[in-house]
């Protein structure tokens, strides 16, 4: 933030971050083509923060996303293993730092690179996320959409992403208000600290999720062996979490996240801006099986929910509640399941998987299940 005060000709405000975050919620009453003035004694920065908001109100005129209706090309076929997958080279991500190892001895090393990324809903401001920032706008849909304050249906008319002053803003045809539910706040035990908002079980108990979707255990074997060997931040740097939307043995999409609710929301809204059906999908995720992670997959209508750590209480509670498959533990020749254990199909000898190898063995890889 500057610490230099100057006041903007269009809306007043001395605070830059405030006034440029401002002028981008309030950009529908201005003509989007008019060029933007900088302040009255106008500085670099002035200038720089107010052009780039500029280019970022103009070009989200061109964009127009439905959720309900967009889906591209890639998706119109069988989706390919990994259409997305992390992206350790991003140098974006990680960045590096000097330390000393155990005996003293300089070392240098990655560290995951985590940015606040604060969420407006039209003009309304929804919550700040502590965030890797490298899909901003699917971890907004879908934190929006897990959080019952979006529709799947729904007209979305443009998302901004502002990288300077660190805000995503949804827009919707429709008008918004989420006052009362937004006085109701939850933290969650997710890492980066996850908050949910109004009634955990909003739409819960209505899903009924489908009992002929069967998961064979040599799908399992190898989901667990592509996702650990694939290049990833994990790997790369670690302090990280993964959770991957998959069909039968295949992994399709990869995010990671410094929580694993953000992950999960990410896959959210690429499914949802891309049109992907939840019909005969599972989820893997690398961290705990809580109950907010067994909330999103009931939502989401994915019947399958697969973890290399372990459960929490009421996690396996709700996962019996909404006749969820959960799977936890699963790493090398190992599982344990203790819901929904009628979809596990056993078509493969265990004895014939390799146990883990001790590189791959992540932070849930071991009988401790704090992950």
């Not at 076929?77 to 960045?95: G, H, K, Y």
């Not at 401001?125 to 959080?147: F, H, K, R, S, W």
């Not at 990869?254 to 049109?275: C, F, L, S, T």
């Not at 992670?293 to 909404?322: C, D, H, N, Y």
Request: hydrophobic residues 35%.
């Amino acid at each position: 933030m500057l610490t230099h005060v100057r006041t903007c000709c269009y809306c007043g405000f001395k605070d830059y971050k405030s006034r440029s975050r401002t002028i981008i919620l309030d950009c529908a009453k201005y003509n989007r083509v008019k060029k933007w003035g900088a302040c009255n004694r106008a500085s670099e920065d002035c200038i720089r923060i107010l052009s780039n908001t500029n280019a970022t109100l103009n070009a989200s005129v061109k964009k127009h996303v439905s959720i309900a209706g967009r889906r591209s090309d890639a998706h119109i076929c069988a989706m390919n293993e990994f259409v997305l997958q992390p992206r350790p080279e991003d140098s974006r991500l990680t960045e590096n730092v000097s330390g000393i190892d155990h005996n003293g001895e300089p070392l240098d090393t990655k560290v995951v690179v985590e940015r606040p990324l604060t969420l407006f809903l039209n003009r309304q401001e929804i919550v700040t996320m502590m965030t890797i920032c490298d899909y901003p706008d699917y971890l907004a849909v879908g934190y929006l959409i897990n959080q019952n304050m979006l529709d799947p249906n729904e007209e979305i008319t443009g998302i901004d992403y502002e990288e300077d002053i660190e805000t995503v803003v949804v827009r919707t045809e429709a008008q918004t208000d989420f006052e009362d539910k937004l006085k109701r706040k939850t933290l969650t035990s997710g890492c980066a600290q996850g908050t949910v908002f109004g009634d955990l079980m909003e739409k819960f108990e209505d899903i009924t999720l489908p009992t002929e979707v069967k998961i064979r255990t040599s799908w399992i074997y190898e989901l667990t062996k592509k996702i650990n060997t694939v290049p990833s931040l994990y790997l790369q740097a670690g302090a990280i979490h993964g959770c991957v939307l998959c069909e039968q043995d295949r992994p399709l999409v990869y995010m990671e996240d410094v929580g694993r609710h953000n992950a999960i929301d990410k896959i959210a809204g690429y499914m949802a801006m891309h049109k992907i059906s939840p019909k005969g999908k599972s989820f893997y995720t690398t961290g705990r099986l809580t109950s907010e992670m067994v909330i999103k997959a009931v939502q989401m209508e994915i019947p399958i929910l697969i973890s290399r750590s372990g459960f929490t209480a009421w996690g396996v509670e709700l996962a019996k509640q909404a006749n969820l498959t959960l799977i936890g533990r699963a790493r090398g020749k190992r599982f344990v399941a203790l819901s929904g254990q009628e979809r596990i199909v056993y078509d493969y000898d265990p004895e014939q998987i390799d146990d883990e190898p001790e590189r791959l063995r992540r932070k849930g890889g071991s009988d401790n299940d704090a992950a």
